[in-house]
């Protein structure tokens, strides 16, 4: 399979890597080749399956909406533009393309949703709860995007809106953590990223799961599917 990674930063050159080990042929585009989404043009598109973009909240709009103009299939690990989905929806729903996104592409966080999912009741039975995130310092978005996710997933299951904490420190990869604080006890639940490579990893299997499909997929409805 052809591959574009869009963004030369830690964990596109990990996609990048990854994509290599798994047999895929790879060129990898660079913010500074890619001023405006200008080199996205359907004719340098041409023979790409799938375009993986790892780039930043500012470019990724523009990114987007080049790649479906293309007809392209593309799989966004940026966050920090979720506020948009709605109409990036109906962008790709109309073009008939083939678009997957997601907060995290980390098999193990994503299980950790099912894990904070599970928990939530816990809100209905006086726990208070909160949300911590540490990511390095570098990090664009404040809280990120995983953050959200968890918030949204105890706000629909447990019924509150949770605060979220951020710190941005280092080169912390990634931690979320949700706390749940009674009279009685307290529950720790806390997901750590050690490297980068899961994120990447979970990116590229979506890619080949993306490659030949019509639709607009969050990763964490079809992780199980890969």
């Known amino acids: 399979m052809n591959l574009l990674v869009l963004g030369r930063g830690k964990t596109g050159a990990q996609v990048a890597e990854i994509a290599h080990a798994r047999r895929h042929h790879v060129r990898v585009l660079r913010a500074a080749e890619n001023a405006n989404s200008s080199a996205l043009t359907p004719d340098y598109l041409k023979e790409i399956d799938v375009i993986i973009d790892f780039t930043t909240p500012s470019a990724v709009i523009g990114?987007?909406?080049?790649?479906?103009?293309?007809?392209?299939?593309?799989?966004?690990?940026?966050?920090?533009?979720?506020?948009?989905?709605?109409?990036?929806?109906?962008?790709?729903?109309?073009?008939?393309?083939?678009?997957?996104?997601?907060?995290?592409?980390?098999?193990?966080?994503?299980?950790?949703?099912?894990?904070?999912?599970?928990?939530?009741?816990?809100?209905?039975?006086?726990?208070?709860?909160?949300?911590?995130?540490?990511?390095?310092?570098?990090?664009?978005?404040?809280?990120?995007?995983?953050?959200?996710?968890?918030?949204?997933?105890?706000?629909?299951?447990?019924?509150?809106?949770?605060?979220?904490?951020?710190?941005?420190?280092?080169?912390v990869v990634g931690m979320h953590e949700v706390v749940f604080n009674s009279e009685n006890d307290r529950i720790y639940l806390c997901h750590d990223s050690k490297s980068r490579r899961g994120f990447a990893e979970g990116a590229v299997r979506a890619a080949e799961w993306l490659a030949g499909k019509e639709g607009f997929f969050e990763f964490r409805d079809i992780w199980k599917q890969l």
């Open 63 to 171: 990114n987007i909406d080049a790649c479906i103009r293309a007809g392209k299939n593309i799989v966004v690990g940026t966050t920090g533009w979720h506020e948009r989905v709605s109409r990036v929806r109906e962008k790709v729903l109309e073009a008939k393309t083939g678009f997957l996104y997601g907060s995290n592409f980390s098999i193990g966080m994503n299980l950790f949703f099912e894990i904070v999912q599970a928990s939530a009741p816990a809100l209905t039975f006086d726990y208070s709860g909160q949300i911590f995130e540490r990511h390095h310092a570098q990090k664009k978005d404040a809280p990120s995007g995983t953050a959200i996710v968890l918030q949204s997933v105890l706000r629909e299951t447990g019924g509150q809106e949770l605060e979220v904490v951020s710190f941005r420190e280092g080169d």
